[in-house]
Every structure is written in structure tokens, then in C-alpha cells.
């Protein structure tokens, strides 16, 4: 359960304070992997990975953004070819597509702070030039009948705009498919905030790449986790200056 599953990622988390920082980084994998479903499998084997080489393109360039960029829901679902930028290897977050009963699904622009570029790897990059060919071969299939003037990355079979909260509905069955612990989108954004601070990156970058509207609200949010980082940072000194470790978990020759 999830009482369980905490349990065990603290558990990891309080064995990982003390020990050489290499060993402490990969204690800190360990508890990420826990908090999002036990993706990462015994042996090594990332078992959400392999389960998306079976699935449609379109869900497994979705859901792989979901993993990189740490977005929302809708600013995923909201994207726009304009704002993908391939050779650079960035994309520009400006839209939210969001849906209520009395305006069906529609477009909203964030906060000024909001909007932000997000670096992808190159991985990303290729699973996106891959998916833009398979989206043309759909429009000229469609003809006439496509509907995303507005250039859309994410559409129904037909152009039209899709369901801001799809992805959650997709996820559940994928995971029930691939006899998964449950996914959501929003596990993803914890864990790529989650990565960030362990790794020791500063709150403002995590920040930004989150698009809090300010640095208070992931400290706040995040407190427990940056506490965390900063005992690591602290131990990490201790390996290098007191304890005879190289930083990266060896002891130094006396």
C-alpha cells in the first residue's frame, strides 16, 4: 500500500545520509523509483521503458515528455509545433489546455513566470521527429477532414484538439496492461523535482523548470527533500575533507 511504499523510500533515504556520496546519489535513485511506481525493477530493468516500446507512438512520446520535462498535464496536452525547436533541443512552454463544462476544452496562456524553455535530451528530440512524420502521414490521410489549424503536437486521429485529462485515463490502463503499480502525470513532475534536488541542483533552476510561479512555493512545497540534500552536501564535504573518500565513494590511499 502506500503507507508501505513511503516507508521504504524513507528507509532508503535515512540509510543514504552518511554513507560516500556515490553510494548516497544511488540511495537517492532507489527512493525516486519507489515514489513513482517501482519503475525501476530488481536487476535493473526499467520496466516502464520497455513497457512503452509496445505502445502507439503518440502515447509514448507523450508520456516520455512527461518524464523529462517535470511539466503539467495540460502544458503537455498544450504544446504546439511553434514552440518545439528540434536542432536546438528545447521546447517553449506558453500554453495550458485546460477543460471545464461551461467551455469545453480550451487554451489558457500561464502567468509571464510561468512561461519557460525546458532543454530535452536528444533521445527526446529523435521520438519527436519520429512522431511529427507519423502526425504528417496522418493530416494527408485525413485531407480535408484535418482539424489543428492551430498546430497541435497532441490530436485525435482527425486533427481535433484532445482531452486535457486523457493522459490520466491512458496511464491507468496502461499500467494495468503492463501489470505496473498506477502511474499519473503528476508523479512524474514530483520525481523530476525530486532527481533535481538530490542531485544538488539549486532551487531556482528546479524552480523554474517546474514553472512555480516563485521560489517560495518549491521550497515549500519540496522542504523536506531540499533539507535532505543539504545534510547530503554537508556529508559529501565531511567524505572528501575529514573521511578520506575521493567524492565518489573510494577511499583515498593513505
Given at each position: ?10 528507509a ?13 546519489g ?22 516502464l521503458a ?12 507523450i508520456?516520455h ?8 498535464r495540460g502544458e ?19 500554453d495550458?489546455?485546460r ?11 500561464p ?12 533521445e527526446?528530440a529523435?521520438?519527436l ?18 482539424q489543428?489549424?492551430?498546430?497541435f ?8 484538439v484532445m482531452h486535457?485529462?486523457?493522459p ?19 508523479a ?17 533552476t ?5 514553472g ?6 518549491t ?11 543539504r ?10 575533507m575529514l573521511?578520506?573518500?575521493d ?5 583515498l590511499?593513505?
Open positions: 500500500g502506500t503507507g508501505a511504499l513511503v516507508q521504504q523510500a524513507q532508503v533515504t535515512h540509510t543514504a545520509v552518511g554513507q560516500p556520496c556515490q553510494d548516497s544511488r540511495a537517492i535513485i532507489q527512493v525516486n523509483a519507489l515514489l513513482i511506481g517501482h519503475i525501476l525493477q530488481p536487476g535493473g530493468n526499467v520496466a520497455d513497457a512503452l516500446e509496445s505502445e502507439p507512438l503518440k502515447w509514448k512520446t508520456t515528455l512527461f518524464i523529462v520535462t517535470g511539466a503539467r503537455i496536452m498544450g504544446l504546439k509545433w511553434h514552440n518545439v525547436h528540434l536542432d536546438e533541443r528545447y521546447i517553449k512552454i506558453e495550458n489546455l477543460y471545464s463544462k461551461a467551455r469545453g476544452i480550451y487554451v489558457e496562456t502567468k509571464t513566470e510561468e512561461i519557460r524553455f525546458v532543454a530535452i535530451p536528444e527526446t529523435e521520438l521527429r519520429e512522431y511529427r512524420a507519423e502526425q504528417e502521414k496522418l493530416r494527408q490521410l485525413n485531407g480535408d477532414r484535418w489543428n489549424d492551430e498546430g503536437l497532441f490530436t485525435r486521429d482527425d486533427g481535433r486535457p485529462d486523457s490520466t485515463a491512458w496511464l491507468t490502463k496502461f499500467s494495468r496492461r503492463h501489470d505496473l503499480p498506477h502511474v499519473n502525470p503528476h512524474f513532475r514530483h520525481t523530476v523535482a525530486s532527481v533535481l534536488i538530490a542531485n544538488h541542483t539549486d532551487v531556482v528546479v524552480s523554474r523548470q517546474l512555480h510561479s516563485n521560489v517560495t512555493t521550497e515549500t512545497y519540496y522542504a523536506h527533500l531540499i533539507e535532505e540534500s545534510v547530503r552536501a554537508g556529508e559529501c564535504i565531511a567524505d572528501v573521511r578520506g573518500y567524492g565518489k565513494g573510494e577511499k590511499s593513505s
